[in-house]
């Protein structure tokens, strides 16, 4: 008997012959899914019947992988997506025998579809006429429409609702755990719903979340989420989106991001903290805020000597506002902009502690960007020389910054 037999047995059930029967001269393409006309049509209109075939059954196997998020292929694919007391993929409520019987007749409809039509064309020379195309691609199209009409276990949607979830637990190990839900194929699709939902989640649940997931991607998937990332950054006006990214993703995952939408940000940053003065009086920031986020991406900066530049300008300004800006916030990361304490940054220290300005002596024995023994001599010795004077008196609210 003829490998199609059986599903054109099925099909004079679903479509009984007449002036329309596909035998008949008919429009394929007013018959499938849209989608599914696509990816046969090339070798359908070539009049390669039997690969036109196969491009329905690809078609429908990376249905089922979207739909139920498993991998695989063939009976496993279909059994996992299917089957079970908890199919991923349900056809119907399952709650009568009847539904029950729908679930467990589709599921072995399509295993025996695949191995009566799709593997011997896959393993042998099959030439199908047109004829046979056209009933068995008619047929895919009816499980296309079944299967994309069904609910998946899985539903974008609402584990969205749990990301955002007022009571989400910011802890490593609540986020691994909503992870491990995600099917592989939805993974990516996931990452980006919840990056473009951020504002409505408090960062440090989405920085758990992303820090759970991002490993657990792909090399593609991660490159693409770097682009979308990269594609904001080369146009974000507020300085909340530029938090936002910072404080969620890793540093070292700052290369990664496009290089124009990278120099960007620098820039940014370093005319915050060019704008930055700390009042000693009132203990408020007065400018500068965006800056501080500096330090968990300056390791990886392209700008590290504009950013150096800006900070010894505020070093040697004499405003003592500015001064406490970088002695409160910078000084502690400033060793990340280089190897060794630059020349001029070593002649403006040195010029504060010869000054007596205790603020530059506190910062090299607290927080020494660079060890003692690789300071310029003068520095050195004006430091092991320093008398305190005292300090003077200094006087735009921002407390948006990261501590």
Known sequence: MHHCS?????????EPRGPFYLGASVNLETKLPVELWRAVRMNY???????????????????????????????????????????????????????????????????????????????????DSEVDAQDLLVFIGYLV??????????????????????DFVPQARYAKLLVDQIPVG?????FLDAYR?????????????FSALLPELSEADRKQVCDVISEELRIAEDDATIRFNIGCFEGKMWVNFDEAARLRVENRLIRSVRDGRWDTNTEKLRGGALGTWSQDIVPYFSLKKEMLG???????????????????????WVSDLAEAMPPALGFVLKDGLNAGDER???ALTFWPPWPADTWPSGVLKAFNDFKAVEKPASSFDDDDIPF
Not at 186 to 190: F, G, I, S
Not at 198 to 205: C, F, G, H, T, Y
């Open 45 to 127: 209109e070539k009049r390669n019947f039997t690969g036109s075939i196969l491009d329905g059954f690809y078609f429908l196997s990376d249905l089922l992988r979207t739909k139920s998020g498993v991998e695989g292929d063939g009976a496993t694919l279909i059994g996992q997506a299917l089957g079970g007391a908890t199919p991923k993929i349900k056809l119907n409520r399952l709650q009568s025998e009847s539904e029950l019987n729908v679930q467990r007749g589709m599921e072995q409809l399509l295993r025996g579809f695949y191995q009566a039509i799709r593997n011997p064309r896959s393993h042998e020379k099959i030439n």
């Open 6 to 14: 059986q599903v054109v047995a099925l099909l004079e059930c679903l």
């Open 310 to 332: 800006a900070i010894t300008a505020k070093l040697a300004s004499r405003d003592s506002e500015q001064i406490d800006y970088v002695m409160k916030y910078v000084f502690s």
């Open 145 to 166: 429409r079944n299967i994309d009409q069904a609910k998946s276990q899985f539903s974008r949607d609402d584990f969205l609702k749990r990301v955002i979830d007022p």
């Open 197 to 209: 939902a951020k504002e409505q989640s408090a960062p440090d649940r989405l920085i758990h979340f």
């Open 186 to 190: 939805q993974r990516l699709e996931v």
């Open 360 to 362: 530059f002596w506190e």
